[in-house]
């Protein structure tokens, strides 16, 4: 049986979400209206697309300054043992994100990385301004948050599953609860749930079976018992 590892990027591969630390650093006097707007989201009142939208409206940064905080952005130091034990077990890897292509591209690139991921994407104005760009992959049968969302986790996660995969998801936060309550409803015995902070509290909360973890190296080492005797990509055990 083929296996992959999806994992999460904003704090989960980092150790911050990207977009939180723009707001953190550029508009901290916004922080209450950033939170009634992500309030209004969970209610079901705008969509993802709208909240991120009004949070880059409010930022009004420019690529030179985008630019200026990516190194900050620190990866765990636990996700060169994973990519090294899924390369020796033949695991294919692949990051699952409802961030932005140009802020994962770049985090990698530092740590001399480029792996294969799922992402939104973020191009620029001559004037270097940002314009944002969605999967648009939503599910229609979701009825969760107000659609369209910011790229659908469950439907990727399907598309792996048809193409005959187990899988190990591995998140951290609210975009990642979709995934938890599918996997719920559609997992396999071998397909794993990875939780820590708010995903991990959400699975407890729900008695959903999950792994908790506190870095991705203690998920290399659990993969390794879990997934024992799979010692490449098209092994059948």
Not at 9 to 31: E, R, W
Not at 213 to 219: K, S
Request: charged content about 30%; hydrophobic content about 35%; some cysteine.
């Amino acid at each position: 049986m083929k296996r992959v590892i999806l994992c999460d990027f904003d704090g989960t591969i980092t150790n911050a979400d990207v977009t939180d630390t723009l707001c953190d650093l550029h508009i901290p006097q916004h922080k209450p209206e950033l939170r009634r707007q992500s309030d209004r989201w969970k209610a079901g009142e705008i969509s993802a697309v709208e909240w991120e939208e009004i949070a880059y409206g409010l930022l009004d940064l420019r690529r030179e300054q985008i630019d200026a905080v990516l190194p900050t952005i620190e990866v765990c130091p636990g996700l060169k043992p994973l990519l090294q034990t899924a390369e020796g077990r033949g695991w294919e890897f692949h990051i699952l994100s409802s961030g932005f292509d140009y802020y994962i591209t770049d985090v990698l690139r530092r740590q001399g990385l480029s792996l294969p991921f799922t992402a939104n994407r973020i191009t620029f104005t001559p004037e270097g301004r940002p314009v944002l760009g969605f999967l648009g992959n939503d599910d229609p049968a979701c009825t969760r948050y107000k659609q369209p969302c910011i790229g659908c986790k469950p439907v990727v996660w399907d598309d792996w599953k048809r193409r005959g995969y187990r899988i190990a998801f591995i998140g951290d936060g609210v975009s990642d609860l979709c995934v938890a309550e599918h996997m719920r409803e559609r997992a396999d015995p071998e397909d794993l749930l990875f939780a820590k902070g708010s995903l991990q509290r959400h699975c407890r909360e729900r008695s959903i079976a999950h792994l908790p973890f506190d870095h991705l190296g203690q998920v290399a080492e659990r993969l390794l018992v879990e997934w024992a005797g799979s010692c490449e990509s098209g092994d059948e055990s």
